[in-house]
Antibody, heavy 123, light 113 residues
């Protein structure tokens, strides 16, 4: 069974940085694009970033462009999200999620999701 | 970016009754060459991550009860639960994967009346 386990969340002051990780198992990680999707308290899902299966294509939501960096290490089956210059409005549960379509670079529907990691930006 | 708008924002339905949730996209998500709508539905129960229910606007995922159905084409889509069960209390979200980036609707909260 596909497993996605996020880690690295916590409480951080505005302007500081945090790095999330997502450990993947039970599927061929290097064949699938991966997403970060966040959900602010009481709000809907907001797509954050996508990295293609081979890391060659990367996309960001305008709300995080220039502050967040998505990356992956296919040798470690791990996805990352480096979050810099954090703001109060970045407070959310951050989910990593797997693209359903293999070896595709532009985003598809998401067939597996992690349990999420809570990031709280507060002074 | 394609904007997805759901209606209503919240909905209360009696057990055993029909629930209907709408999703509208700012541009068509129908790919003419294969006649497929690039639209998915997710269910998110309290305290849990989202779960994929339906892809291609109307194709149920394995294990999804047949009381859930998706319909629509182009820019207007509907998720219908034919006979609401207590375990269906959740937030339901649509997502388009026609354009990059993928985008989600704001979610519809479904409760028991």
């Amino acid at each position: 069974q596909v497993q996605l386990v996020e880690s690295g969340g916590g409480v951080v002051q505005p302007g500081r940085s945090l790095r999330l990780s997502c450990a993947a198992s039970e599927f061929t990680f290097n064949s699938y694009g991966m997403h970060w999707v966040r959900q602010a308290p009481g709000k809907g899902l907001e797509w954050v970033a996508l990295i293609s299966f081979d890391g060659s294509n990367i996309y960001y939501a305008d709300s995080v462009k220039g502050r967040f960096t998505i990356s992956r290490d296919n040798s470690k089956n791990t996805l990352y999200l480096q979050m810099d210059s954090l703001r109060a409005e970045d407070t959310a549960v951050y989910y990593c999620a797997k693209d359903q379509r293999p070896r595709y670079s532009s985003g598809w529907y998401l067939d597996y999701w992690g349990q999420g990691s809570l990031v709280t930006v507060s002074s | 970016d394609i904007v997805m708008t759901q209606s209503p924002d919240s909905l209360a339905v009696s057990l055993g009754e029909r629930a209907t949730i709408n999703c509208k996209s700012s541009q068509s998500v129908l790919y003419r060459s294969n006649n497929k709508n690039y639209l998915a539905w997710y269910q998110q129960k309290p305290g849990q991550p989202p779960m994929l229910l339906i892809s291609w606007a109307s194709t149920r995922e394995s294990g999804v009860p047949d009381r859930f159905s998706g319909s629509g084409s182009g820019t207007d889509f509907t998720l219908t639960i034919s006979s609401l069960q207590a375990e269906d209390v959740a937030v339901y979200s649509c997502q388009q994967y026609y354009g990059t980036p993928v985008t989600f609707g704001q979610g519809t909260k479904l409760e028991i009346k």
